[in-house]
């Protein structure tokens, strides 16, 4: 009997008849309409392959430079990604700085960068070494990158000092800002689900 | 095939939960690992109300002290002052910044009482073994599950503004210790989320049928 060719929904764990899709399609639980799994093309690889580099570009340009400066009478203060981690470190505030720190710096980074683990090799027909603990552990840590709320959080920090002082948006602001949606589009893109299942003829 | 629809559960099957392969549930067997990939397999997530319990717990613990410590000091020419998740958001509003007022309001205040709520009303139903509209509380754990990282956005601001507002003389902001509780809150919800299995919502529904 093929249980592959059946699929149980993760939310109400229905059992469910897997059957093939077109490109676009998605396949939703008859019983509590939780997405179960995705139609894949050709394309889905390259197209994620590409948001994925875009995403690394924008990332650094958004780490290296400043996202905002300050001005009050002369004095200038210009303060980048990691320059938020740092400061609120030599105050004293370790643990907010780490966890600061690690969902919009470890965590993002390392999702950038083990996407591309996967991708370039899989790109070239090649399944790497790592590719199954690296998917779970991509799994694992997804919930935990917040880019989109930190861009949030500057918005609204922008809005609080705009009385005190002149501030000026930074190249890295427009980067947080354009990179947001090409990480949307690059997981919208990869798709776990084709990985498995080129496991699973592999094995 | 009968025409019952069937769970995996129902039929000695376990599906894993990294990548969703079906496998044979043999009960008592407490090592099963995922053909595929590896994982341990559970039918359901281990002990996963025991562990929701916990992380609600805690959550309810620190949330007093999130929402009345401040969680930043500001020192300028005009004075020092501290401020709350809450006097935050009536600076914004009277400032005329009233959009984003509300904004920060859903995120700091409403998410996180409602999804401590939402959780506890879920773990309620779920350890009552309730059968009431499994279809309402799936989507509820959904949106708990959607929305609870939006919740970082304070701490978010405290840290651009605790950067940039360093000019010495002039003016300077400190985070302060309701900003680690805050942030504590969120962490500990989104564990408290991660850790409920909402497949329990149905199973109830399922032994009955
Ligand atoms: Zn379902």
Redesign the pocket.
């Known amino acids: 009997m093929g249980l592959s060719t059946l699929i149980a929904?993760?939310?109400?764990?229905?059992l469910q008849r897997r059957v093939p899709l077109a490109k676009a399609g998605v396949a939703r639980?008859?019983?509590?309409?939780?997405v179960l799994y995705r139609g894949s093309s050709s394309e889905d690889l390259d197209r994620a392959l590409a948001y994925t580099l875009g995403g690394l570009i924008l990332f650094l340009i958004a780490n290296a430079y400043p996202i905002v400066a300050l001005e009050i009478q002369a004095n200038r203060q210009a303060a980048s990604l990691y320059d938020t981690v740092h400061a609120l470190w030599i105050d004293g505030r370790e643990d907010v700085s780490l966890l600061v720190a690690f969902t919009t710096l470890v965590t993002p980074s390392l999702e950038i960068s083990l996407l591309l683990y996967l991708l370039i090799p899989l790109r070239f027909g090649r399944t790497p070494s790592e590719t199954v603990a690296v998917l779970r552990f991509l799994q694992r840590v997804k919930p935990w990158s917040m880019m989109e709320v930190f861009l949030l959080g500057i918005l609204v920090s922008l809005v609080k000092l705009e009385h005190l002082a002149h501030v000026e948006p930074g190249i890295a602001l427009w980067a947080f800002g354009a990179l947001i949606p090409i990480l949307i589009a690059a997981a919208g893109a990869f798709n776990p689900e084709d990985i498995w299942t080129k496991i699973d003829q592999v094995a | 095939m009968n025409q019952r629809p069937m769970t995996a559960r129902q039929l000695g099957l376990c599906a894993c939960h990294t990548c969703g392969l079906l496998s044979k549930w043999e009960r008592g067997h407490v090592d099963l690992t995922c053909p595929r990939c590896r994982s341990h397999l559970h039918l359901r997530k281990p002990d996963s109300i025991a562990r929701t319990w916990a992380f609600l717990i805690a959550s309810y613990l620190l949330f007093l002290p999130a929402n009345l410590l401040p969680i930043m000091h500001t020192n300028s020419l005009f004075g020092a002052q501290s401020d709350t998740i809450m006097s935050g958001i009536v600076y914004l509003w009277v400032s005329g910044s009233w959009h984003l007022a509300l904004v920060v309001f859903i995120a700091s205040i409403l998410v996180p009482s409602a999804k401590l709520l939402a959780l506890t009303f879920l773990a309620v139903s779920v350890q009552k073994r309730s059968q009431w509209d499994p279809i309402q509380r799936t989507n509820m754990y959904r949106i708990v599950e959607l929305v609870g990282r939006w919740s970082m956005l304070d701490i978010f601001v405290v840290s651009v503004l605790v950067a940039l507002v360093q000019l010495q003389s002039l003016a300077t902001i400190r985070a302060g210790h309701g900003a680690v509780a805050f942030g504590a809150v969120v962490v500990l919800t989104m564990f408290a989320a991660m850790e409920f299995d909402p497949r329990l919502i149905w199973d109830p529904q399922d032994d009955a049928s």
């Open positions: 929904c993760h939310e109400c764990d229905l639980c008859r019983r509590c309409d939780a």
